[in-house]
């Protein structure tokens, strides 16, 4: 079955202080992940899409890179409206549903 | 804005009550997906149509029902509800069902079983 499992649960950062969330996945055939955002009561806003070992995607603090067995998304000196919970899926072996892992909420203090 | 709407945005109705849930995908896009995100699970997959037809199932429940009109739009339809199938439900949309291409999510409707 296939699985993705994201960590730490939560993350509590001061602002500048950078870090790494991470996405590791067992799916046969990867054909994309996907990095979301995603604010309290709101749906999940995209943010990347990785296909290949080794790609790298950035927007503004955010960088997410991509290995055989897991993704990063790197949040480089935070700020406070980083704050969010940070969600990655990927599709299924046999179809194109999206499987999402828990998430990590990430917690930016000025 | 992702461009995919989702109406209502709030709906609170008793246990037992059918609801239908309305999803307008991007424009151009004929994939709709819907997930159910409650407070103790994540985003839940329950069904995904391409251009009119199913293409995957999830864990939905007997109960639930949707489809994808000609237009394109989608509604979800729950049933029999219980004080369990309050959460968020989200739609999303995607140019295609083919590959994996991203998938844009609406704001969600919160339904409250109550």
């Known amino acids: 079955e296939d699985q993705v499992t994201q960590s730490p649960e939560a993350l509590r950062l001061q602002e500048g202080e950078s870090s790494s969330l991470n996405c590791s996945y067992t799916?046969?055939?990867?054909?994309?992940l996907f990095w979301y955002r995603q604010d309290p009561g709101k749906g999940p806003e995209f943010l990347f899409t990785?296909?290949?070992a080794g790609e790298e995607k950035e927007k503004e603090r955010l960088k997410a890179t991509l290995t055989k067995k897991e993704s990063f998304l790197h949040i480089t000196a935070p700020k406070p409206e980083d704050s969010a919970t940070y969600l990655c899926a990927v599709p299924g072996s046999n179809d194109y549903k999206l499987s999402f892992g828990a998430g990590t909420t990430v917690t930016v203090r000025a | 804005d992702s461009g995919v709407t989702q109406t209502p945005k709030h709906l609170i109705t008793a246990t037992g009550q059918r609801v239908t849930l309305r999803c307008s995908p991007r424009?151009?896009?004929?994939?709709v997906y819907w997930y159910q995100q409650s407070l103790d699970q994540g985003l839940q997959f329950l069904i995904h149509?391409?251009?009119?037809?199913?293409?995957a199932k999830g864990n939905i429940l007997e109960r639930f029902s949707a489809q994808q009109f000609p237009d394109l739009h989608s509604e979800l339809n729950l049933s029999s509800l219980e004080l369990g199938d309050s959460a968020l439900y989200f739609c999303?949309?995607?140019?295609?069902?083919?590959?994996?291409?991203?998938?844009?999510f609406g704001q969600g409707t919160r339904l409250t079983v109550v």
């Open positions: 799916v046969s055939g990867l054909r994309g």
């Open positions: 149509y391409y251009n009119g037809e199913e293409r």
């Open positions: 999303a949309s995607s140019l295609s069902g083919l590959t994996g291409a991203e998938a844009f």
């Open positions: 990785l296909y290949s």
């Open positions: 424009s151009g896009d004929l994939s």
